[in-house]
Nanobody, 112 residues
C-alpha cells in the first residue's frame, strides 16, 4: 500500500504563502490521481484540488486562483502552493490517493 506523508504546514498571516509537500513511499504519481483535502475544526473534510497522472489539475472554487498543485515525479512528491492565504484556509491539510488511507496531515493556521 502506498504511504503519503504531508509536511510544510505552519502559521502565517493573511495574504501570506506556504508550500505543502506530499511525499510518496514509492513511484505512484504517474499512475494515480493525487488529491489534496483539508479539515477545519468542527467541520467535515473537504476537497481542495487534484492532480492527475497526465498533470492536469482541478481545484475547489474556494481556492481557485490562489492554490496551485504540482508534482516532481523523480522525487515522488506532490506540492500544494498556497498564496494569498485567508483565515478561512486554516485547517489540517491532507494528501491522498485512492489506494491510501489518511495520514496525520499538516496544520495550516492563517491569523493576524
Amino acid at each position: 500500500q502506498v504511504q503519503l506523508v504531508e509536511s510544510g504546514g505552519g502559521s502565517v498571516q493573511p495574504g501570506g504563502s506556504l508550500r505543502l509537500s506530499c511525499a510518496a513511499s514509492g513511484s505512484i504519481l504517474s499512475f494515480s490521481v493525487i488529491g489534496w483535502y483539508r479539515q477545519a475544526p468542527g467541520k467535515e473534510r473537504e476537497w481542495v484540488g487534484t492532480i492527475s497522472p497526465s498533470g492536469s489539475t482541478a481545484y475547489a472554487d474556494s481556492v481557485k486562483g490562489r492554490f496551485t498543485i504540482s508534482r516532481d515525479n523523480a522525487k515522488n512528491t506532490v506540492y500544494l502552493q498556497m498564496n494569498s492565504l485567508k483565515p478561512e484556509d486554516t485547517a489540517v491539510y491532507y494528501c491522498k490517493v485512492p489506494s491510501s488511507g489518511w495520514g496525520r496531515g499538516t496544520q495550516v493556521t492563517v491569523s493576524s
